[in-house]
């Protein structure tokens, strides 16, 4: 069913029995006990959760082709091989091991993880048997309610009736659209995992830099997880993928990073910078929701609200990019480096005032600008 061979899969779970020594030694109380006195629990989260996603991904590849959970080729799709795509529970017990082993329970983190988890099993339930369009829009928008509904919420407006009613509507907004825009990320090798360790690490120093040492070891946790999967995923012989991290994956990660991005605390005094920081950092899934939207109403691919969510088709920015470039390999390196610049933009926009924060917004508009420019005239040509 796919094509990796005896010799291939016995080095896979070679490197899993090394990866599960690692998680052993990590686990000793003298270990942790070791990083947390020196001042490195950060770097302790990010070997434990990196070691479990690494020792993981080999034994769930195993079992999603016995358990039929593979990646058939097809016209919509970029694979042309079968592949296992059961990688996202891989990621989802790296990340929910550091956490449970390190208790980073602070800021309501108790309902995003359960949310999360819900999320991972509707998606693992999709690949298996394709649910419909609107049950899993429908989990989405529970597992966004059970976050607010513990504290998780936007704080825009003022509060009052109507205010409260707006940061409401835009928490779900925000939560539901960063999921489904991730996970239409997860179309090429390496593509979404090494967005959401990117996309952490940019969180992970603008709240390092804002004193919250909770969503640093959150955001270490996602980077450490996606990490150990991501050899997996992208293989840099440029041989294809042993295995996908599936809709179950990309949902979680795109969820979490969404419902980190409300729960941490952009900026003290300076709404400009609150409000900018993540639009930032998550920059490329928003301006691909925007385009693919825009162009299908325009140019009538959808014509209602349903319409758009069971539409499936190449349009993503990474298909264009690979119209455009002519390869897979370089449509996901310019995507990264996109997405490293305006997050490096976010970082220096949180030492900025109100004026300085405007003109760096407007730098990254025009790179974006520039950025469409190119693509649509490459698409012409």
């Not at 769930?60 to 058939?72: A, H, R, S």
């Not at 300076?270 to 639009?279: A, D, G, T």
């Amino acid at each position: 069913m796919t094509l990796i061979d005896r010799n291939e899969m016995s080095r896979l779970m070679q490197g899993a029995l090394a990866g599960l020594c690692g998680v052993i030694a990590l686990l000793a109380p003298v270990v942790r006990e070791f990083f947390v006195s020196e001042g490195l629990r950060w770097l302790y989260i990010f070997l434990l959760s990196s070691a479990i996603s690494f020792s993981v991904t080999p034994v769930l590849i195993k079992l999603g082709v016995k358990w039929g959970l593979v990646d058939q080729p097809a016209e919509r799709k970029v694979h042309e091989q079968p592949t296992p795509r059961v990688g996202g529970l891989a990621v989802y017990v790296g990340f929910a091991s550091a956490v449970l082993v390190n208790s980073i329970f602070s800021g309501k983190m108790e309902a995003i993880l359960v949310a999360g988890s819900l999320l991972l099993l509707v998606g693992i339930a999709d690949d298996a048997w394709e649910l419909p369009a609107w049950f899993k829009l429908s989990a989405q928008v529970l597992g966004a309610g059970f976050v607010m509904y513990e504290g998780t919420v936007l704080t825009l407006f003022p509060p009052g009736p109507l205010g409260n009613a707006i940061n409401l509507f835009l928490t779900v907004l925000w939560i539901v659209g960063i999921t489904n825009a991730f996970n239409f990320f997860d179309g090429m090798d390496g593509l979404a995992a090494g967005l959401s360790m990117l996309m952490a690490f940019f969180m992970g120093v603008v709240a390092y830099e804002t004193n919250q040492p909770d969503l640093v070891w959150l955001a270490v946790a996602i980077i450490g997880a996606s990490l150990g999967f991501f050899p997996y995923n992208f293989r840099f012989s440029k041989k294809p993928a042993f295995i996908f991290l599936g809709d179950g994956g990309a949902t979680f990660l795109g969820f979490t990073l969404a419902c980190l991005a409300v729960k941490g605390n952009w900026a003290d005094n300076n709404p400009i910078v609150s409000f900018s920081n993540p639009l930032l950092i998550f920059g490329v899934l928003i301006y691909d929701m925007i385009h693919i939207t825009v162009e299908r109403i325009v140019t009538g691919k959808v014509g209602t609200i349903k319409g758009w969510i069971d539409y499936v088709g190449k349009d993503h920015l990474h298909h264009r990019l690979e119209r455009l470039l002519g390869s897979k390999r370089a449509s996901v390196d310019m995507i990264f480096a996109l997405t490293t610049c305006l997050g490096m933009s976010a970082i220096v926009l949180r030492k900025a005032d109100t004026a300085e924060a405007i003109l760096l917004l407007a730098q990254a508009a025009l790179i974006v600008i520039i950025f469409t420019i190119l693509e649509q005239r490459g698409r012409h040509e």
